[in-house]
């Protein structure tokens, strides 16, 4: 199955600095589809940004967005103007475009996550 | 229109027992995933099913762990004999196609004692 690794267990940023999350993954497939989820306290899965492998442009949504390096097989997470609201688990997944023909089948796969603590 | 419905949110049940979790999709949705998180991870897969049918159980133990998705009613994910390495919040994820974004519940907390 495709590895994603998180190598930040914690991150800290102050309130409106900007603060990147690091995503690595390892994988043969061409093409395939990348995405950030947030779970805060309430432990809910809350999507934050997705991204098409086949896209060249990376994805923002407001103050989130994302550098998207295919051949690096790197995908980073940055959130701008931080905010209090901001502080929870961020994880990394990626899904293979194409589940008959991948190992990993629907599944997302998960990286083990980044706590970020946004101070006043 | 309502999200991910998932319950109970807690479950509390003594090794030996069975938990039965379940999980009502979003309206429009035929695609439901059952993934576990274990204290300091990321959620692993365990089973993706459409209605009626299993699609794919890759993730999920050969034993005591079963799951459904009738043609009426809720997805259920059923674990007997529970032991205490069950102890886990369990997410479903619901999608209205297979190739799309998935939309999480709140989870349900198993505790074994």
């Known amino acids: 199955a495709q590895t994603v690794t998180q190598s930040q267990p914690e991150m800290s940023v102050q309130e409106a600095e900007t603060v990147t999350l690091s995503c690595t993954y390892d994988?043969?497939?061409?093409?395939?589809?990348l995405f950030w989820y947030k779970q805060p306290p309430s432990r809910q899965m809350i999507l934050v940004i997705r991204q098409e492998a086949y896209k060249q442009q990376n994805a923002t949504e407001n103050r989130f967005s994302v550098n998207f390096q295919k051949a690096a097989k790197s995908f980073s997470l940055k959130i701008s103007d931080s905010q209090l609201g901001d502080a929870a688990m961020y994880f990394c997944?990626?899904?293979?475009?194409?589940?008959?023909?991948?190992?990993?089948?629907?599944?997302?796969?998960f990286g083990k996550g980044t706590s970020l603590l946004v101070t006043p | 229109n309502a999200g991910v419905m998932q319950n109970p949110r807690h479950l509390v049940r003594r090794r030996g027992q069975e938990a039965r979790l379940r999980c009502s999709p979003m309206k429009g949705h035929s695609h439901v995933y059952w993934y576990r998180q274990l204290p300091e991870e990321g959620l692993k897969f365990m089973v993706y099913l459409q209605k009626e049918n299993i699609i794919d159980e890759s993730g999920m133990p050969k034993e005591r762990f079963s799951a459904e998705f009738p043609k009426e009613g809720p997805s259920i994910l059923r674990i007997q004999q529970v032991v205490r390495g069950d102890s886990a919040a369990y997410f479903c994820?619901?999608?209205?196609?297979?190739?799309?974004?998935?939309?999480f519940g709140p989870g349900t907390r198993l505790t074994v004692t």
């Open positions: 994988t043969s497939e061409s093409d395939y589809y």
């Open positions: 994820a619901s999608s209205p196609r297979e190739v799309s974004e998935q939309y």
């Open positions: 997944a990626y899904r293979s475009a194409y589940a008959e023909d991948s190992n990993s089948g629907y599944a997302l796969n």
